[in-house]
């Protein structure tokens, strides 16, 4: 089982070849090769002992992709993409990147497929972005994609080349929409997203964290462990039973701001509440406004696609992968 | 007012450029140049008496587009594209013309854009094919596009891009989704589609046709005549009102062929009903199956889009428009 994971040094990407090591198999097979590939070097797992490729590669290059796929990786998880910000700022770049630079791999893909039947599981991230404003909640399954960035634009036309070259047999591909990932890990960033993150990362540890909305704000969740689980699932489930609709909304948790505060309260208490503090942005509580506040997601449900059912245990998530265990 | 046609030589780009030579005018203004273009030389519209440039282009090439476009025409109709059941035998032409073609137009105008501030009126013609079978009756505005053609995976791309290069300002564009058009001029060709018309427009004239289905099958309907009313009412409204969902389906007629033969009966007689050989054909059974059986259309009824209510005008358009007014 040799699996190449593009976007490999990415949050998730880290995330995913570790617990791909972990797990030392996909499809019940033993996990022999990894080729991790992004426009920065990928660090290697570590304790994988399989053979580890690292590809430094702009996807946007139409010869990249032929070259990632040159070992036929079995599996192939594609996570590469500019942000919705920078694609926003950036046009031509965001289409280069997120729309062009899959369609090259998906062609690629194909050539190979029609010379020697090449024909890898394809699990592509799509993203909550593809749906736009004005939205019901929660969103059902059969609900359009009218997305109001380029990021999701670039988003919903790569779900559609991904059903159709699946239609056709060129792979079998599945695409899923992540919801926000949360509590992600590192530093605060200057993501208009940032906040639902920031407000219970910091505090954890006893910083400060500024809240640009109020509370009653209603958004769409996953933690990171999450987002790895359905990564894996979709590499390891039945593709047949999917039919051909390849894209599906992930599950996930729908809460108010105030609710991860509660939860937050209940976790590591009053004091760790009292560091978050009300600054209220007009232009991020109008970008917020356009968010998804959650989905339906009944066909990845019932597909055996699992999230968390309570901020508590999103919080618990985070404690356990980032801060030891412990408080 | 300066109009450019692409796709001007097909059935519905001339009986367009016949329509606005009758009308003189578009947005109010008079029309004093028309751009013919497709990949045969179009025919020039009888009585025009602007300037009318004849172009023979392959809009998948890049340079294509930017010659169309070099007289800055202040509305494009884009009809161009080659046909469904072609796209799916040619996955790479399908995509060349029907994605890659649209994509040059749609950057050669915002490049224009960028240089002289550019930004025309962009009628897009899409198709229904955007959505694909398990499909609900009537199937609403806001159901996703889940095509199961490669034609109809293009068309929903190209809806994309249209809504975000209309939001980003690069031009005001807007999407139709055409109904099947319905009763067909000219000779019976080996579409799938084909029999919705031959069963009416051969009997019309005394010959026989074949009906390959059954006559509950439902479909959804307009005439050459409501075709084009769409294409000149999207030119002539104010776009602001659609809001950023740029990409609307068009009112229709949702009809059993049973119901399409009792029309024949009334407007022409059991002797034209007589002339329907049924020979049931299972693969267009099959086919047929996972067609639209009809729309809601809420949005564009409410934008003024109109369409035919009744086989028997549907039939009355088509002895007016290509008989001559009489049976």
Redesign the interface.
Known sequence: MHILVIGAAGMVGRKLAQRLTRDGELQGQQITAMTLADVVAAEPPVGFTGKVTIETVDLSEPAASEKLIAGRPDVIFHLAAIVSGEAELD?EKGYQINLDGTRYLFEAIRHAHMADGFRPRVVFTSSIAVV?APLPYPIP????????T?YG?QK??CE??L??YS??GFFDGIGIRLPTICIRPGKPNKAASGFFSNILREPLVGQEAILPVTEDVRHWHASPRSAVGFLIHSANMDLEQVG??RNLSMPGLSATVGEQIEALRRVAGEKAVKLIRHEPDEMIMRICAGWAPGFEATRARALGFTAESSFDEIIKVHIEDELGGKL
């Open positions: 046009f736009g399954d059969e609900f359009h994609t009218t997305p109001l380029s634009t919903a036309i559609l080349l059903s159709d239609r056709k051909p609709r």
